[in-house]
């Protein structure tokens, strides 16, 4: 066994089926035991913050994706809880000369202009800290690590906590008013999850090969790579291409205001989690992932192809 997945959720479940399609074994790792259901997925109880368990599943691993997410979306919670669950799983793969790979998100990046590779990831504050955090102690780690940075994502499978997942989906392919944050008509990137798995695999591929422990190359620094992306439009279009997908013409769109948002985060903390990053829904927010494809051999799935297979495969299971 040489690939190692822990966590079952949108991430790393899609990360499990290009795998298995490609006919490799992995070996996925959950508090519950669930995962994917194929004959070339074996499925282990594994609590991740568990140095000795997490070791034992990873001792014969050559890569291991770290797919887990802190149990709340609160700064504190996920101060307490991820950069102690990074460690656990660097100190196991450093026990098996194993790579690690990370999905991770734009928060901790400078968006004032577009995002790329370079731009600084140097936040302090809140979640986005936490994630520079961890990016930093990735970078410092003599464990070679690949962070794959992926904006917000939809697609087959990414679930009601993604901003253009089920909770848009359902509206705008049903004849209901999508509810998007922030300002409705701002551009925004949007990467098609198949491709962000797809771009863990092959980062998880160059990291083993190469065996590098810190430091940059082929478009990447300190083991970041960018997820193929180049759908940019805003949250109405993207609203309006899955309703039209759905041989609807037009998607009805009511964004919930930032101030909204504030209130209800006072008695609410959840809402409070998403009203620290409504930034990201009341400017633009545009990546640039074209070094790393270049670097990876990697493109993005067409955006009207993409949107036609998250909107087949949400209305199959709605």
């Known amino acids: 066994m040489s690939i190692v997945i822990a966590g079952a959720g949108p991430i790393g ?44 599943a990873a001792q014969d691993a050559e890569i291991i994706h770290f797919c887990i997410h802190a149990s709340a979306y609160d700064a504190t919670v996920w101060e307490r809880e991820l950069p102690a669950a990074e460690r656990t799983v660097l100190a196991a793969a450093e026990a098996a000369g194993a790579v690690v ?3 991770e998100s734009l928060y901790a990046f400078d968006g004032s202009g577009t995002i790329t590779e370079t731009t600084r990831h140097d936040a302090t504050g809140g979640k986005p800290g936490v994630r520079a955090r961890l990016l930093a102690a990735r970078a410092a780690s003599p464990v070679p690590t690949a962070s794959v940075v992926a904006s917000d994502y939809f697609g087959p499978g990414a679930g009601a906590n ?36 797809a771009a863990m695999i092959r980062a998880g591929e160059v990291a083993r090969d190469s065996r590098r422990t810190t430091g940059a190359a082929d478009g990447a620094t300190d083991g970041i790579w960018f997820a193929p992306t180049t759908a940019t439009c805003s949250q109405r279009e993207i609203a309006t291409a899955y309703a039209r997908a759905a041989g609807r013409p037009e998607a009805k769109v009511s964004a919930v205001p930032a101030w ?34 270049a670097a990876l051999g990697l493109k993005a799935t067409p955006f009207d192809d993409a949107v036609q297979a998250t909107v087949d495969a949400y209305l199959a299971t709605a």
Do not use: C, K
């Open 101 to 103: 790979v990370f999905p």
């Open 260 to 293: 909204l948002l504030r209130t209800a985060g006072l008695g609410s903390r959840q809402m409070r989690g998403l009203a620290e990053m409504i930034h990201l829904f009341t400017r633009p927010l545009v990546m640039d992932s074209s070094a790393s494809d």
């Open 162 to 197: 993604a901003h253009a997942g089920d909770r848009m989906l359902g509206p705008a392919t049903s004849g209901g008013t999508a509810r998007p944050l922030g300002n409705a008509d701002l551009p925004h990137s949007w990467t098609y999850l198949p491709d962000l798995a």
């Open 13 to 56: 479940t899609t990360v499990a089926r290009q795998y298995v399609d490609q006919g490799t074994p992995v070996r996925v790792l959950t508090r519950s035991g669930s995962g994917l259901d194929h004959p070339l997925v074996e499925r282990r109880r594994v609590d991740v913050n568990d140095a000795t368990a997490l070791a034992a």
